[in-house]
């Protein structure tokens, strides 16, 4: 078992920049994938980014190229995606989330374990 929690959300400028963070503990985190995804009232989840076990492999939504960057703290159990040049369409819960594999997935079933998420507002 593994417990997901994020930290890092708020209330932003429309340009600004934020670092969330997703802090594990249970089980040996650096054999875990880990994505983010976000969900605004009345719409489902969105996949944002994943991230490998090993930290060297990304992926991210093309909503969020070029503006987020994932990182993780193996020996902190700790993910982190920085998220630059914020746009109000960035405005959403965002749900980090945890799985067991060695590869790298983008959808919401894969994932077994998630947090309780945290609110990102981004004002124009």
């Known amino acids: 078992q593994v417990q997901l929690v994020e930290s890092g959300g708020g209330l932003v400028q429309a340009g600004g920049s934020l670092r969330l963070a997703c802090a594990a503990s249970?089980?040996?985190?650096?054999?875990?994938?880990v994505a983010w995804f976000r969900q605004v009232p009345g719409k489902g989840l969105e996949f944002a980014a994943a991230?490998?076990?090993?930290?060297?492999?990304?992926e991210y939504a093309d909503s969020g190229k070029g503006r987020f960057t994932l990182s993780r703290d193996n020996a902190k159990n700790t993910v982190y995606l920085k998220m630059n040049n914020l746009k109000p369409e960035d405005t959403a819960v965002y749900y980090c989330?945890?799985?067991?594999?060695?590869?790298?997935?983008?959808?919401?079933?894969?994932?077994?374990?998630w947090g309780q998420g945290t609110q990102v507002t981004v004002s124009s």
């Open positions: 989330a945890a799985d067991k594999t060695s590869l790298l997935y983008t959808t919401i079933s894969q994932y077994d374990y």
């Open positions: 249970g089980r040996t985190f650096s054999d875990y994938a």
């Open positions: 991230i490998s076990w090993s930290g060297r492999t990304t």
